[in-house]
């Protein structure tokens, strides 16, 4: 790929204003329940919050900026607005409560923020709690005279993009949290740039006719490259939903033709009933990331609807997808190749590669990579310039990737190597699961065993006893080699899960 870029670059007035300066404003942009705005539109829009947050709240290049919302237009044309003015955006899960968000507001140092007023009451008691967040304006009000918007009315829909060098930070990153505390990456506007221009391209390859729709939050790197950035880096156009589960994505799809979607593979399987109304839909590519995809969800979801899911592995610290595949070259249970521009290569604990067959850790590197804000995690992530992502996986015959475990999930019982997600996806295959977690638990006699949660599908709710334990035990010794079964079964309500809808582990090894 062409990854040479400029010592000045601003990716906002490549990704939105390149748009109307070469002639495409009238083209659509942003889709929303009763909203459609051109590129143009979203460009007045952005500018006017550049030039409030320049002329009203007294930002300078380099301050940073709690954006703080569901995914809406207001988010997205604040997205712009900051980093237009040479701000750093950060953004934050809607779900987050005060508590939460005060860390964050600590940690990156946020002095402004740009809020849904849905969420007023939690971005208020954060302004309490931190400080050095001295300046908070509230989107989505109405008639309310200090509002945002109120403030872009009196604001010149002109704005010059201010000059920063392509390696000036644009926006922080923080991960989900799956270990329970957050840890902040930095992005600079060049790899805002190269995520374009490596999986988009080369393995996405949509157009300027997509409509793209997905359900992470746009706070989620995974959901601001998938509906914001990729579709804008191609002139495409994005679909944004607030609440976006199985059923609100399904009349998405409907509702806008859109094209491309972007979800998990827990949302494929819940909308995977409803086949035939999907094959009547526009939707032609669909997207998975953020966790494993099994063989079985991937075959479920073809026969259902007809389309190859392509998975792809990104991270928070690699800013976006950095193993993933093209349909056609779909490999059921493999997550793909390096995507052209990265390397990608599995080492033991010494750093060498080991060969294929052989699980291990997964080292990539590319035109994007790891740089938190904390120097010491830093030094674990990043080693001889290969960044560490803590996932153990193999590397078959044929180069494809093939995820085992996160490192730490690695479950060592009687000197065997179990992978939690593969006894997961053996319970999976039963019908009575809806969805469970395995880990390893202390055992005196074999270091650890196989233990595994799960909650019932709705049909077998009552049956949670003895008898299903067992079956279910028996069930996975048909499908693994029996060492992996679970010895310990407790059925449970619900699973805990980040907002971004991550497994946390640590809360099950905490609960046993
Ligand atoms: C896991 C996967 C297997 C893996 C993300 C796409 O998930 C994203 O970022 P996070 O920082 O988590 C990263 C970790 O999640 N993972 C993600 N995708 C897959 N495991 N197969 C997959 N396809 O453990 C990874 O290290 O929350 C995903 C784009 C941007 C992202 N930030």
Redesign the pocket.
């Given at each position: 790929p062409e990854l040479q870029f400029p010592e000045h670059l601003n990716c906002a007035a490549e990704l939105l204003d390149r748009h109307v300066r070469e002639g495409r404003g009238d083209r659509p942009c942003v889709r929303a329940p009763g909203l459609s705005w051109s590129y143009a539109q979203l460009l007045e829009q952005a500018n006017r919050i550049a030039n409030v947050l320049v002329n009203e709240m007294g930002l300078v290049p380099g301050n940073r900026v709690l954006l703080f919302g569901p995914n809406n237009p207001m988010m997205v044309a604040s997205w712009f607005g900051v980093v237009k003015a040479g701000g750093i955006a950060v953004a934050a899960m809607p779900l987050l409560r005060a508590k939460e968000l005060s860390t964050i507001a600590d940690i990156a140092r946020i002095s402004h923020a740009l809020c849904d007023n849905a969420l007023r009451a939690e971005a208020e008691a954060a302004m309490q709690k931190s400080p050095a967040l001295t300046q908070m304006r509230f989107f989505n009000v109405p008639d309310d005279p200090r509002s945002l918007e109120a403030l872009m009315q009196q604001a010149s829909p002109d704005f010059t993009n201010v000059d920063t060098a392509a390696t000036d930070t644009c926006l922080l990153?923080f991960?989900?949290g799956?270990t329970g505390i957050p840890k902040a990456t930095m992005h600079f506007h060049r790899d805002v740039m190269a995520v374009c221009a490596c999986w988009p391209r080369h393995v996405l390859q949509a157009n300027a006719d997509d409509v793209f729709i997905g359900s992470p939050p746009i706070a989620?790197?995974?959901g601001l490259?998938?509906q914001v950035l990729f579709p804008m880096s191609i002139g495409a156009s994005m679909v944004l939903l607030e609440k976006a589960g199985p059923q609100q994505l399904g009349e998405g799809l409907e509702q806008y033709g859109a094209t491309v979607m972007f979800t998990a593979p827990t949302s494929y399987r819940a909308m995977a009933p409803y086949g035939d109304r999907i094959r009547a839909t526009r939707l032609r590519k669909c997207v998975?990331?953020?966790?494993?995809?099994n063989a079985s969800t991937r075959a479920l979801w073809k026969s259902s609807t007809g389309i190859e899911i392509i998975?792809?592995?990104?991270?928070?610290?690699?800013?976006?997808?950095f193993?993933?595949h093209r349909e056609d070259e779909a490999r059921p249970g493999a997550?793909g190749k390096a995507v052209p521009g990265y390397e990608a290569r599995v080492i033991d604990e010494d750093g060498n590669e080991v060969a294929a067959g052989t699980v291990g850790r997964?080292a990539v590197r590319g035109p994007t990579g790891c740089r938190y804000l904390d120097d010491e995690r830093q030094k674990k992530y990043v080693q001889g310039g290969w960044n560490l992502?803590?996932?153990a996986y193999l590397m078959d015959a044929d180069g494809y990737f093939i995820?085992q475990a996160?490192t730490d999930d690695m479950i060592i019982s009687a000197g065997y190597n179990i992978a939690a997600p593969e006894v997961e996806d053996a319970l999976m295959a039963h019908e009575a699961v809806a969805e469970c977690a395995v880990i390893g638990v202390p055992d005196a006699e074999r270091g650890q065993i196989v233990k595994a949660f799960i909650v019932l599908a709705p049909a077998f709710k009552e049956r949670g006893d003895d008898a299903m334990a067992k079956a279910l035990q028996e069930f996975v010794k048909q499908t693994v080699a029996p060492y992996k079964y679970p010895r310990a079964v407790q059925f449970v309500a619900q699973l805990p899960r980040?907002a971004?809808g991550?497994l946390q582990r640590f809360k099950l090894h905490e609960a046993s």
């Amino acid at each position: 790929p062409e990854l040479q870029f400029p010592e000045h670059l601003n990716c906002a007035a490549e990704l939105l204003d390149r748009h109307v300066r070469e002639g495409r404003g009238d083209r659509p942009c942003v889709r929303a329940p009763g909203l459609s705005w051109s590129y143009a539109q979203l460009l007045e829009q952005a500018n006017r919050i550049a030039n409030v947050l320049v002329n009203e709240m007294g930002l300078v290049p380099g301050n940073r900026v709690l954006l703080f919302g569901p995914n809406n237009p207001m988010m997205v044309a604040s997205w712009f607005g900051v980093v237009k003015a040479g701000g750093i955006a950060v953004a934050a899960m809607p779900l987050l409560r005060a508590k939460e968000l005060s860390t964050i507001a600590d940690i990156a140092r946020i002095s402004h923020a740009l809020c849904d007023n849905a969420l007023r009451a939690e971005a208020e008691a954060a302004m309490q709690k931190s400080p050095a967040l001295t300046q908070m304006r509230f989107f989505n009000v109405p008639d309310d005279p200090r509002s945002l918007e109120a403030l872009m009315q009196q604001a010149s829909p002109d704005f010059t993009n201010v000059d920063t060098a392509a390696t000036d930070t644009c926006l922080l990153g923080f991960t989900s949290g799956t270990t329970g505390i957050p840890k902040a990456t930095m992005h600079f506007h060049r790899d805002v740039m190269a995520v374009c221009a490596c999986w988009p391209r080369h393995v996405l390859q949509a157009n300027a006719d997509d409509v793209f729709i997905g359900s992470p939050p746009i706070a989620f790197t995974f959901g601001l490259g998938g509906q914001v950035l990729f579709p804008m880096s191609i002139g495409a156009s994005m679909v944004l939903l607030e609440k976006a589960g199985p059923q609100q994505l399904g009349e998405g799809l409907e509702q806008y033709g859109a094209t491309v979607m972007f979800t998990a593979p827990t949302s494929y399987r819940a909308m995977a009933p409803y086949g035939d109304r999907i094959r009547a839909t526009r939707l032609r590519k669909c997207v998975s990331a953020g966790e494993a995809l099994n063989a079985s969800t991937r075959a479920l979801w073809k026969s259902s609807t007809g389309i190859e899911i392509i998975d792809g592995i990104g991270s928070t610290e690699m800013l976006h997808i950095f193993i993933s595949h093209r349909e056609d070259e779909a490999r059921p249970g493999a997550t793909g190749k390096a995507v052209p521009g990265y390397e990608a290569r599995v080492i033991d604990e010494d750093g060498n590669e080991v060969a294929a067959g052989t699980v291990g850790r997964l080292a990539v590197r590319g035109p994007t990579g790891c740089r938190y804000l904390d120097d010491e995690r830093q030094k674990k992530y990043v080693q001889g310039g290969w960044n560490l992502t803590g996932d153990a996986y193999l590397m078959d015959a044929d180069g494809y990737f093939i995820y085992q475990a996160r490192t730490d999930d690695m479950i060592i019982s009687a000197g065997y190597n179990i992978a939690a997600p593969e006894v997961e996806d053996a319970l999976m295959a039963h019908e009575a699961v809806a969805e469970c977690a395995v880990i390893g638990v202390p055992d005196a006699e074999r270091g650890q065993i196989v233990k595994a949660f799960i909650v019932l599908a709705p049909a077998f709710k009552e049956r949670g006893d003895d008898a299903m334990a067992k079956a279910l035990q028996e069930f996975v010794k048909q499908t693994v080699a029996p060492y992996k079964y679970p010895r310990a079964v407790q059925f449970v309500a619900q699973l805990p899960r980040t907002a971004t809808g991550k497994l946390q582990r640590f809360k099950l090894h905490e609960a046993s």
